[in-house]
């Protein structure tokens, strides 16, 4: 299993950005994918993850602003992210797991990650 991450780079404050997670190995549909982000100092957080059956959970800090979506004749989960805010600087990874409810330490195939950077 792989995943791999893309779409970031440098927004402004208030901007939008979507990022990718490109899946390919799975052998099951019955796991789920989440985002996660982790910036300098801080411990990597949960931003949204999308269950087997489409069940979506958005973290409080992006609720409203961050929307997560499945293409699945593409193999990709999309984060739709709108009114950015400079805290939101973060690399972001995707990852998988077989329910979203379980505990990060629970997810796997982590991938390089791909930058967000806000900032005017």
């Known amino acids: 299993v792989q995943l791999q991450a893309s779409g970031g780079g440098l927004v402004q404050p208030g901007g939008s950005l979507r990022l990718s997670c490109a899946k390919s190995g799975f052998t099951s549909s019955y796991h789920a994918i989440g985002w996660f982000r982790q910036s300098p100092g801080k411990e990597r957080e949960a931003v949204s993850c999308i269950s087997h059956d489409g069940t979506t959970y958005v973290q409080n800090p992006v609720k409203d602003r961050f929307t997560i979506s499945s293409d699945n004749a593409k193999n990709t989960v999309y984060l739709q992210m709108t009114s950015l805010k400079p805290e939101d600087t973060a690399i972001y990874y995707c990852?998988?797991?077989?329910?979203?409810?379980?505990?990060?330490?629970?997810?796997?195939?982590w991938g390089q990650g791909t930058q967000l950077t806000v900032s005017s």
């Open positions: 990852a998988t797991a077989q329910r979203c409810t379980v505990p990060l330490r629970d997810f796997n195939s």
